[in-house]
């Protein structure tokens, strides 16, 4: 995994890179030499942004792939175009995506490209210039949201603020923690211990726990740095 054993205890310092000690809804994807290298690209202040963002959108694409894992699963059976009965797997109905506007909307794409048809709403989350609390100032939702399982979609994890007034949000709309899974690149010590304290029982899946996350991301990639 992308991720250094750390020894010592979160209930001591959220400084753990080390997955297990956040219990066992965070996630981090394997990583290989190829993950390894998108990340090292994307946090490379000299990458252009055609690059930043072709290598980005690979990077999401496999997170987004990984999330898809998660989803519930029905059995069904399929008549092969030679008769033969293939016993397979379906997904089971009702899911959708939710990205946190705005570097949550760079994950969209890499959704759809995976779930052609599926539906997608959007959370706004803004910081008070003076005391830097997050508030949410936008949401719209499927109207059967309560009945779905969401992808909730947040690239970079700094703090975990955003991302815990977004779930509250869903919450207040009847979405149990258990149907949420977040979608994310890169999360700090400090957002998985705030997240997982506050929602126990959600997934987490992330490319990376790492104490620097790259929070030029949404400029970068959407240009306006």
Known sequence: ????????????????????????????????????????????KNTSRSDFKFYADRLIRLVIEESLNQ???SDCSVVTPTGAIYDGLKYRSGNCGVSIIRSGEAMEQGLRDCCRSIRIGKIL?????????????????????????????????????????????????????TAIILSNLFCTPVAASMVVTAFPDMKILTSELHASAPNHFGQKYFGTD
Do not use: W
């Open 71 to 73: 989803l519930p699963y």
């Open 125 to 177: 989350v803004e910081s008070d210039a003076e005391t830097h609390a997050a508030r949410v100032v936008y949401a719209r939702f499927p109207d059967d949201i309560s009945k779905r399982q969401v992808l909730l979609m947040y690239p970079i994890m700094a703090t975990g603020n955003t991302v815990i007034q977004a779930v509250n949000v869903l919450k207040d709309h009847g979405v149990p923690e």
């Open 1 to 44: 995994m992308c991720s250094e054993v750390n020894n010592k205890k979160i209930e001591e310092t959220p400084s753990s890179t080390n997955p297990a000690d956040y219990g066992s809804n965070l996630h981090i994807i394997d990583c290989s030499a190829q993950i390894r290298e998108l990340q090292t690209i994307i946090r490379d």
